[in-house]
């Protein structure tokens, strides 16, 4: 299970300097922030991340919608979009989106554990305001929606 904890001395750095991440240490998976928001339109803020999982650390961008006021509490329809997968303008590598047919794979077999991390970060490691959050995606073309009870939450964590 995903919980928000204290960056630990030998996590990789990074040049934001947060001191918190979202980790499942059974499952050997992590996620930080590593850059925003840039607030496109003024309800939805742009994120990157590092995603970490199978020993491999992607990049991912994604779109965070909270309503007028992200970081109050939180009204109805709040929505985080992945955006991209290898790729986000805060980092230095640039991967791109994965044309090879097993890369494609890999990204969408990697998709709902990326949607429950980002569901436990919330808008700022901050997840458990948001018992409605949904997490989206249409990467490929292919619609996906993901909420805290697919991942059997019954309420969201802390």
């Given at each position: 299970?995903?919980?928000?904890?204290?960056?630990?001395?030998?996590?990789?750095?990074?040049?934001?300097?947060?001191?918190?991440?979202?980790?499942?240490?059974?499952?050997?998976?992590?996620?930080?922030?590593?850059?925003?928001?840039?607030?496109?339109?003024?309800?939805?803020?742009?994120?990157?991340f590092?995603?970490?999982?199978?020993?491999?650390?992607?990049?991912?961008?994604?779109?965070?919608?909270?309503?007028?006021?992200?970081?109050?509490?939180?009204?109805?329809?709040?929505?985080?979009?992945?955006?991209?997968?290898?790729?986000?303008?805060?980092?230095?590598?640039?991967?791109?989106?994965?044309?090879d047919?097993?890369?494609?794979?890999?990204?969408?077999?990697a998709?709902?554990?990326?949607?429950?991390?980002?569901?436990?970060?919330?808008?700022?490691?901050?997840?458990?305001?948001?018992?409605?959050?949904?997490?989206?995606s249409?990467?490929y073309?292919?619609?996906?929606?993901?909420?805290?009870?697919?991942?059997?939450?019954?309420?969201?964590?802390?």
């Amino acid at each position: 299970m995903f919980q928000v904890e204290d960056v630990p001395p030998d996590h990789p750095p990074y040049k934001t300097g947060f001191t918190r991440y979202v980790v499942d240490h059974e499952r050997g998976v992590w996620l930080d922030h590593i850059g925003g928001p840039h607030a496109e339109p003024p309800d939805e803020e742009m994120r990157g991340f590092r995603f970490y999982r199978d020993g491999l650390l992607t990049l991912v961008e994604a779109n965070i919608y909270a309503g007028p006021n992200i970081y109050d509490t939180p009204a109805e329809g709040h929505e985080t979009r992945i955006l991209s997968f290898g790729y986000s303008p805060w980092g230095s590598l640039k991967t791109g989106i994965h044309t090879d047919p097993l890369e494609r794979v890999q990204v969408m077999a990697a998709l709902p554990l990326l949607a429950e991390a980002l569901l436990v970060f919330g808008t700022l490691y901050n997840g458990a305001l948001y018992s409605d959050r949904v997490v989206t995606s249409t990467l490929y073309d292919e619609p996906m929606r993901w909420t805290w009870a697919d991942f059997g939450y019954t309420a969201a964590v802390s």
